[in-house]
């Protein structure tokens, strides 16, 4: 299982954001439909050996947003279907335990402090992605390695204290700034390849 967390600074925890003007209305929640897209959609098919957990901090209450490839079922790969999946979540009451909304997809609240406590509860080894950390291709990436990863604005310096407590590794792609979803398709193939992936 490959692991994404992305953190949606301002991002909305509510539903009533415009399918018309995403962008415009969620707190640039598009970035995080992309961000599903890279972690899940393949030319024929969904990797149902990832998942992804989207932190929404654009609200009164933060809220986590959890994509299960095991079982998500109505994902498509435009970005439309997948805002209008996240706000069907947005819709429930959010408690500290998850709530399932339609198939693989799950809605809690908390924010980053509570979803580094349920990754170190997991065991999971935690990277976090930035451009200047160790280069990927000479990283260990142990199966079950869980990659975070910042917005369109980055990381706040108290969110990488956090990560650094944890112990987190700082993975990079290379020097040049990339967009959140392209660094998770990134991510992608390079596990493929280690694992020598060739069919869906
Ligand atoms: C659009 S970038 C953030 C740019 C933001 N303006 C900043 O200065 O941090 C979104 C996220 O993708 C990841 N990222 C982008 N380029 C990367 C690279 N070359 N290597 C590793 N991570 C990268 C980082 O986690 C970053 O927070």
Redesign the pocket.
């Known amino acids: 299982m490959r692991t994404f967390i992305v953190v949606g600074h301002k991002a909305t925890t509510s539903p009533n954001f415009s399918l018309e003007d995403i962008p415009g209305t969620s707190g640039r929640l598009d970035i995080l439909c992309r961000c599903i897209n890279g972690a899940f959609v393949l030319s024929h098919g969904i990797r149902h050996d990832a998942q992804i957990y989207l932190i929404l901090l654009g609200g009164e209450k933060p809220k986590i947003l959890w994509l299960r490839g095991e079982d998500i079922k109505h994902l498509n790969p435009d970005e439309r279907t997948t805002a209008a999946l996240l706000k069907k979540a947005l819709a429930l009451e959010a408690g500290p335990e998850w709530t399932q909304s339609t198939p693989g997809i799950f809605v809690r609240s908390g924010g980053l402090p509570e979803m580094v406590e349920s990754i170190k509860a997991l065991g999971s080894n935690l990277k976090y ?3 200047d ?1 160790t280069d990927i291709r000479g990283a260990a990436l142990p199966d079950g390695s869980s990659f975070i ?7 706040a310096p108290e969110e990488e204290s956090l990560l650094k407590e944890t112990g987190a590794e700082i ?10 979803d392209h ?1 998770i398709v990134i991510i992608n193939n390079e596990l493929d390849r280690r694992e020598k992936k060739s069919v869906t």
Do not use: F, T, Y
């Open positions: 992605l930035r451009e950390g990863l910042g917005d369109h604005v980055g990381m993975i990079s792609l290379g020097l040049v700034s990339l967009h959140a660094c």
